[in-house]
């Protein structure tokens, strides 16, 4: 049996801008992708999940953008994983300076042994007080924050963590359990109380649930709608309303192609408008995260569809 000839990857130079052929979201099946060339990634527009990275050339960029990241960081002066490991480092280097002779040697090896021990230990106790951190900002229940820790433990066990930053990889897991527990949050609302942006989470995401074997389905348009209601100050009228209308939708097959993020900010939007609590497309953006021309786009489509007159 002949096997299909692959072409051999690697060879940065052979790589052309374009060959990263994707269609739709891996993450929501939405068809709405942008490929951004400055920053040579493409991303989902209705859930902001970064699909792939240095579709032009691997290299530089990576670089570039870790010390961008590093810069940003810095700037907003948030805590960096590597100040924890710093600290280990500086204790153990004093202490060898200290010690004499031959028995240097000996010492420095136990230091580092000691040194490796502590540095994961430490990156544990870190990684757990971030989960911890990012679960009250976000108000997650017990359960959850459990269930992230666990999975962490696991990810941790499988080697998966060193040599990645431990702030992509606990958003990215926070990211997972709240899907599988049914309350999704946004990749946005994750990237906003997380200490790296979205491409770092997005990365982490999908290596964790490559290496992890993770199947998570789709979420629906409905998990969205109440809480997304409720940052809006919206009535129970107007969820119920939004519910409906992404039931009508999802049986015409409007939602085929279509990030649940999208869906939910546009029913919402509209049945906002529909029980007169008007809220603007940029009010349901910044709760959303969704952009305001994935709305209009969405609200336009749904409305003409399902033959709803929105008056503004
Ligand atoms: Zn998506």
């Known amino acids: 049996m002949a096997t299909p000839k692959r072409e051999k990857k690697g060879g940065g130079r052979d790589k052309k801008p374009d060959k990263v052929e994707v269609k739709e979201c891996p993450e929501c099946g939405s068809k709405c992708l942008v490929r951004d060339y400055d920053k040579a990634e493409i991303f989902c527009a209705d859930c902001g999940l970064v699909i792939a990275e240095n579709i032009v050339d691997m290299g ?19 805590p960096l994983t590597y100040r924890i490991h710093d600290k ?15 028995g240097q040697y000996k010492l420095k090896k136990w230091q ?12 544990f106790i870190f990684a757990l007080s971030e989960i911890d951190r990012m679960a009250s900002a976000l108000k997650l229940p017990v359960n959850i924050r459990e269930a992230a820790s666990m999975l962490y433990r696991k990810a941790m066990s499988k080697h998966l963590i060193r040599g990645r930053s431990i702030e992509g990889i606990t958003s990215a897991i926070l990211y997972i359990t709240c899907r599988q527990y049914g309350v999704p949050r946004t990749l946005e609302e994750i990237r906003e109380v997380s200490r790296v942006g979205q491409k770092e989470i997005s990365r982490a995401y999908r290596f ?19 809480r997304f209601c409720s940052m809006l100050g919206l009535s ?13 939708a999802s049986e015409k097959e409007l939602t085929n192609g279509r990030g649940p993020i999208g869906i939910a ?10 029980n007169g609590e008007h809220r603007t497309q940029k009010d349901v953006s910044d ?14 489509e749904l409305s003409e569809q399902l033959d709803i007159e929105v008056l503004l």
Do not use: C
């Not at 709760?287 to 021309?293: A, I, L, S």
């Open 236 to 248: 129970g009228d107007i969820r119920a309303k939004a519910i409906e209308i992404i039931k009508k």
């Open 88 to 102: 280990g480092l500086s204790t153990l280097t004093n202490w060898g300076s200290t010690a004499q002779g031959g």
């Open 60 to 78: 530089p960029e990576w670089r570039a953008f870790d010390s961008e990241q590093m810069s940003r960081r810095a700037r907003v002066g948030a």
């Open 287 to 300: 709760v959303t995260g969704v952009t305001e021309v994935t709305i209009r786009n969405r609200y336009k």
């Open 208 to 226: 964790l649930l490559r290496e992890l074997d993770i199947k998570i389905s789709p979420a629906s348009p409905i998990d969205f709608v109440p």
């Open 112 to 123: 580092q042994r000691t040194h490796i021990a502590n540095t994961s230990e430490r990156s």
């Open 265 to 274: 900010a546009a029913a919402i939007y509209i049945a906002a408008i529909l």
